[in-house]
């Protein structure tokens, strides 16, 4: 007897269809499908007993993670991927089907097959991804576009998985170096809690019932302990209350362009977000600009990409200038958010119609030197913390062992 296989497809109309049907492999089942009009989103053996083989409760619940959202590395494999198939000859439709069940993440798996659906009743390749544009990148959506018209859709998405791999690259890096000074900060966090509400109301009681005069350092850090003690709930309260009311005002435009303006000026932090800012921006743009979109277009992508309302203004300004026929290196000077260096290489691109290449080169600068300044702080921050730490652990065995010193001359 065939095995029996269970499916989860699409019809052509996008309703969701579930059954069972007999096959002697998997690929002549997929096939039976697609005669039937049906687009695979999901096929397995079924086991013995009479449940579908493969998917656990830890894929389940990967699924519905929120952390399932696709990453700039899921980005880049599926456009390397998808421009190696395409360079190989076979149809846009069949990559993305074929794409559609080896991708990692569930999410992007679920979008691509949709995006298969769509290609399937017609639609072009751009807009059956541009359904699913609060998913999928808008510079993703727009290169696909350009290199449908183009006839050069293999480049673009290769322009595509070298955009996505520096992103990535540039995201790992700041995440590497952010690492290790936040798991500290949460440690001592934690060590405070527990030092506050377990270990020094221990020795409180002991020290309450001998009737010790308690040294000033011993009786501030119980006052401290006993203050969190007794009010804790006053504090947890507030900071709930207190994350409320700031998302709601960040959710306004004034409060949304006041955070997005003090993350570029606040101390230390600041130049750093900056520096990512630029290069962000030259990379997107470098790729945007050599894939063939135009410039007005590319602005406002860059725009979304960049996603900082101070930015997003600068971006405004720059284009209405470029739609007047003028260069957009004094506008971006003007702005005081780009080094000058960028604007000079950006001048002379425009200047040379080379202003791809600058874009680039100026992208690649300024990504190795968000890299080495993130490597310096990090380098400066670890010592900085574990002073800190040492400070508060031994103010903590001074407030402790200070008084049981006295508890023998008391005895």
Not at 157 to 179: M, P, V, Y
Request: aromatic residues 10%.
């Amino acid at each position: 007897m065939s095995p029996v296989y269970q499916y989860k497809a699409k019809n052509w109309a996008g309703e969701t269809q579930q059954g069972t049907t007999n096959a002697s492999n998997m690929k002549e089942a997929t096939d039976y499908l697609r005669t039937q009009n049906l687009v695979v989103m999901d096929i397995k053996m079924q086991s013995s007993l009479g449940g579908a083989s493969g998917e656990s409760f830890l894929e389940n619940l990967k699924k519905r993670s929120p952390l399932s959202k696709a990453k700039s590395r899921d980005y880049m494999v599926f456009c390397r991927q998808f421009a190696t198939m395409v360079q190989a000859g076979m149809a846009a439709l069949q990559s993305v089907q074929i794409l559609a069940q080896q991708m990692e993440n569930a999410e992007l798996r679920e979008r691509l097959q949709e995006v298969a659906i769509s290609v399937e009743k017609g639609s072009p390749l751009w807009e059956a991804f541009d359904k699913h544009s609060d998913f999928f990148p808008r510079i993703l959506i727009n290169m696909i576009e350009a290199g449908e018209a183009g006839g050069m859709l293999d480049e673009v998405l290769e322009n595509l998985a070298d955009h996505f791999e520096k992103q990535n690259d540039l995201e790992e890096k700041i995440r590497s170096a952010t690492t290790y000074p936040l798991v500290v900060g949460v440690m001592a966090l934690g060590v405070l809690a527990l030092m506050l509400f377990f270990v020094l109301p221990q020795f409180e009681g002991i020290f309450r019932d001998l009737g010790m005069d308690l040294p000033l350092i011993t009786r501030i850090v119980l006052g401290i302990s006993g203050f969190f003690m007794d009010f804790w709930y006053i504090f947890l309260i507030l900071i709930i209350v207190g994350i409320i009311l700031l998302w709601r005002y960040v959710q306004t435009d004034e409060g949304r362009w006041r955070f997005d303006n003090l993350k570029l000026n606040m101390p230390v932090f600041g130049p750093i977000y900056q520096k990512t800012i630029v290069a962000r921006f030259a990379r997107t743009l470098s790729t945007l600009l050599y894939s063939g979109v135009g410039v007005l277009n590319s602005l406002e992508l860059v725009e979304r990409v960049l996603n900082n309302v101070v930015v997003g203004n600068t971006m405004q300004r720059t284009r209405e200038v470029v739609q007047k026929g003028q260069p957009m290196a004094p506008a971006l000077e003007k702005s005081g958010l780009f080094p000058l260096l960028m604007v000079e290489m950006i001048n002379v691109g425009e200047e040379t119609g080379s202003l791809d290449n600058m874009l680039m080169r100026s992208a690649d600068f300024y990504e190795k030197e968000v890299a080495y300044v993130m490597d310096r702080l990090g380098s400066i921050i670890e010592p900085i913390l574990l002073i800190f730490i040492g400070v508060f652990v031994g103010i903590m065995v001074a407030s402790i062992i200070t008084p049981m010193f006295q508890m023998g001359d008391f005895l």
